[in-house]
């Protein structure tokens, strides 16, 4: 298994290009089921969890072709086909390796009437339910039995009927569960509390582009009027705010000055406000976003919400950087129940971080230093590199399959602004 090392106090400066988001090729990537007819999705990322997506895919007898681009080009354009879909099951060896698979279970029972899925079971950062994916499905007509592990859904005789739901907890992905069963069903589905985050709003644009009809979107109500069939598409996955947001921090702790090229400051607004009481000087224009840190780090008091609020996916990486800053912040995170691993690494590199329940008290320190340290999940590995790249001395970063799920070639990235990082084999 590969390591980072990582010698820290090099101050990044120059170009970093964001790829395409992560989280909404997720959603993308099942959009093929709903139609015979191919979809184009363009500046998808090289990830391992898209691979992983594309392979699960084929499983039920999506065709995927990957045209045209070199290999060492950012963005990857892959087309998609649903003629015909061979299978409805989503096996256990195949979803157990990636949450996202469920995201399979709405477009399936919306196509075909059925959808077996294997249950996704929990994961680093929490019990992590799919309780409202269900519900909601169930709100729309859906029968839903669960056995040996897995959720069995099926549409009565003819197609859902749609319906309405209500969430009473916002939840990304049992909104895209929805929203991508209800787009073929026979009548209208209202959705209430629904999440509106930017990549739901990429995923209903594509779907629209597909001939879906959806009221209200990048709101939390959306009416979904269902319809006979769905036509093919071509589509740009959006810029992954996540990535833009983890870069901004790195180019912060190093007190340097980095342009994220790609990056799109209207749906990162809750980071970059952040970014800026913390005292990081950002400047947008419509390519890009500029970050540029050179005076003392302010401490600052956050607290994780859905969107429009503080992505949770920005907690650890900000929380790195804070350790930088001269007092104390208190951050919060109220969306899982236990995302603070990366707590104990940061505090062996002389962080000096407190938890409680969902709280943190985060002490700035006047130095951090290199260690070796591991993470348990996406984030928390990023927030580790992050402080790797302010600290005194070497710092090997272990276990980046983590990192390889989710950033498109970091280490080469990274190098790009100056940072002294490579990938060597593990030991
Ligand atoms: C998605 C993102 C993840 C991000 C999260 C919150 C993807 C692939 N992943 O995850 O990176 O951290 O949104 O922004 O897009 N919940 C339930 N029952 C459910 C579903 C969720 O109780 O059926 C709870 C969860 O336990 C959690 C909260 O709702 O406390 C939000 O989770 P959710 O928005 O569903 O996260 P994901 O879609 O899994």
Redesign the pocket.
């Known amino acids: 298994m590969d390591k980072l090392i990582i010698r820290g106090g090099n101050r990044l400066s120059g170009t970093i290009p964001i790829s395409g988001a ?3 090729a ?2 993308l990537i099942p959009c093929a089921l709903l139609t015979e007819e191919p979809v184009t999705l363009r500046n998808l990322p090289r990830l391992a ?1 898209i691979d992983g997506f594309q392979h699960l895919m084929t499983q039920f007898g999506v065709s995927h072709t990957i045209p045209g681009k070199r290999p060492e080009d950012f963005g990857r354009v892959v087309t998609l086909e649903a003629m015909r879909i061979t299978s409805s099951v989503a096996p256990y060896d195949l979803v157990r390796k990636m ?2 698979s ?2 399979v279970l709405g477009p399936l029972l919306g196509r075909t009437g059925e959808a077996t899925v294997s249950l996704p079971g929990g994961c680093a ?11 909601a499905l169930e709100a729309f007509g859906a029968e839903i039995e669960l056995a040996q592990g897995y959720v069995k859904a099926s549409a009565p005789d003819g197609g859902l009927p749609g319906g309405d739901f209500d969430f ?9 569960n929805a929203v991508m069963a209800a787009v073929l069903a026979n009548g209208t589905s209202r959705l209430f509390n629904a ?1 509106r ?1 930017p ?1 739901i709003v990429d995923l209903c644009n594509l779907l629209v582009a597909m001939g879906a009809e959806i009221e209200g979107i990048g709101t939390s109500d959306l009416t979904i009027h269902g319809v006979k069939t769905l036509n093919g598409a071509t589509y740009k996955v959006m810029a992954d705010r ?1 990535e833009a947001g983890s870069y901004a921090c790195a180019a912060a702790i190093t007190g340097g000055e980095v342009r994220l090229e790609g990056a799109c400051a209207e749906e990162m607004q809750a980071t970059l406000h952040a970014l800026r009481n913390i005292g990081v000087e950002v400047e947008s224009d419509k390519h890009g976003i500029d970050v540029r840190a050179d005076g003392p780090l302010k401490p600052v008091n956050l607290s ?1 919400a ?2 429009p609020g503080l ?3 920005m907690q650890a990486q900000l929380m790195s950087l804070l350790c930088r800053a001269e007092g104390t912040s208190v951050l919060k995170e109220t ?3 236990n ?1 603070y691993m990366h707590v104990p690494e940061l505090n062996r590199m002389g962080a000096d971080i407190e938890t409680e329940g969902r709280t943190a008290i985060v002490k700035g320190v006047g130095r951090l230093t290199g260690a070796e340290v591991m993470a348990t999940d ?2 928390a590995s990023m927030s580790l590199v992050i402080a790797a790249l302010a600290a005194e001395g070497e710092t090997q970063v272990r276990r980046i399959y983590h990192l390889d799920r989710g950033y498109e070639r970091l280490e080469e990235k990274l190098q790009l602004v100056g940072a002294d990082i490579e990938r060597v084999g593990d030991d």
């Open positions: 992560k989280n909404s997720l959603t969890d949450r996202a469920i995201l950062i929490g019990n992590r339910p799919i309780d409202l994916h269900l519900k009473p907890v916002v939840s990304v992905g049992a909104t895209e999440a985050e990549e996540i994780t859905p969107y992505a949770t996916d969306i899982f129940e995302r996406l984030r």
